[in-house]
T-cell receptor, first 114, second 111 residues
């Protein structure tokens, strides 16, 4: 089965540093998402992206966050100046069509901000 | 803030038993209610989903029951197996694909 791949699997950074989390969605998918999961808590929506623009974003996705699809295969999440509370597992997801068709999630990037 | 309330937080079931996880939602505008299964170190994976025009959907050992008037839906796992041990999340779906997840239920199936 096709899968969403995320790199790196673990990222450790110092508070205030910029990080970029990378994702390769499934090739024929058109909708892309970032979610995060703080340890032991629920999965939270950050942003959805379609046709090279943000479709929807949550209140978590403030000015410190940005997303980009720099080429035909990658989808990135950038955190400009990391805070301790940004420590979480970040999941990329993609779907063939929007409107809540099946979302495929990657295995996540564990971000630790020290 | 919209919520999906999920219970129980954890569940222990004997092999062969029935696992039941419940969720209650608030926003009647949503029309997509999936269940995701998550194993440690992995991302959530879609298990089964339902839309509110039906009251039940069954796929193998997994059944969703949907009660629109009560704004509740539940996951039933029949003949639970140790390999079903995972964390299960219910969710409700917005129009742009943003899922609102419940807090999860950690299921342990004892052999």
């Amino acid at each position: 089965e096709p899968e969403v791949t995320q790199t790196p699997s673990h990222q450790v950074t110092q508070m205030g540093q910029e990080v970029i989390l990378r994702c390769v969605p499934i090739s024929n998918h058109l909708y892309f998402y970032w979610y995060r999961q703080i340890l032991g808590q629920k999965v939270e929506f950050l942003v959805s992206f379609y046709n090279n623009e943000i479709s929807e974003k949550s209140e978590i996705f403030d000015d410190q966050f940005s997303v980009e699809r720099p080429d035909g295969s990658n989808f990135t999440l950038k955190i400009r100046s990391t805070k301790l509370e940004d420590s979480a597992m970040y999941f990329c997801a993609s779907s063939e069509s929007g409107h809540n068709e099946k979302l495929f999630f990657g295995s996540g990037t564990q971000l630790s901000v020290l | 803030q919209q919520q999906v309330k999920q219970s129980p937080q954890s569940l222990i079931v004997q092999k062969g038993g029935i696992s039941i996880i419940n969720c209650a939602y608030e926003n009647t505008a949503f029309d997509y209610f999936p269940w995701y299964q998550q194993f440690p170190g992995k991302g959530p994976a879609l298990l089964i989903a339902i839309r509110p025009d039906v009251s039940e959907k069954k796929e193998g050992r997994f059944t969703i029951s949907f009660n629109k008037s009560a704004k509740q839906f539940s996951l039933h796992i029949m003949d639970s197996q140790p390999g079903d041990s995972a964390t299960y999340f219910c969710a409700e779906g917005g129009s742009q694909g943003n899922l609102i997840f419940g807090k999860g239920t950690k299921l342990s199936v004892k052999p």
